[in-house]
């Protein structure tokens, strides 16, 4: 049974950053399309960034230019790097994990992400 945990969320300052993190374990994790996504209260789930097995990184609206996905491969671990973080941002971010062309769909628990003076 694939397990998605996620870290590195926290309180921030307006204009800091910060560096989520993912450990995916329990699945052929290099043939997995990985995927951030957030969702503030009363709002709907959004993609922040998606990263393929192989391919080209996506960006969703709200973050892009102000953040960075990567993967890690050799040690099963995903990365959102977020900069210039603003209070809109304000969210309980998700990692995700889809195999392509199935019905396979993992979600982690979620990290809070609070953007405050």
């Known amino acids: 049974q694939g397990q998605l945990v996620e870290s590195g969320g926290g309180l921030v300052q307006p204009g800091g950053s910060l560096r989520l993190s993912c450990a995916a374990s329990?699945?052929?994790?290099?043939?997995?399309?990985m995927a951030w996504y957030r969702q503030s209260p009363g709002q709907q789930r959004e993609l922040v960034a998606e990263?393929?097995?192989?391919?080209?990184?996506y960006y969703g609206p709200t973050m892009k230019g102000r953040s960075t996905i990567s993967r890690d491969n050799g040690i099963n671990m995903l990365y959102l790097q977020m900069n210039r973080l603003q209070p809109e941002d304000t969210a309980i971010y998700y990692c995700?994990?889809?195999?392509?062309?199935?019905?396979?769909?993992?979600w982690g628990q979620g990290t809070q992400v609070t953007v405050s003076s």
């Open positions: 995700n994990a889809k195999l392509p062309f199935s019905s396979q769909n993992l």
């Open positions: 329990g699945i052929p994790y290099n043939l997995y399309t």
């Open positions: 990263i393929p097995a192989s391919g080209s990184e």
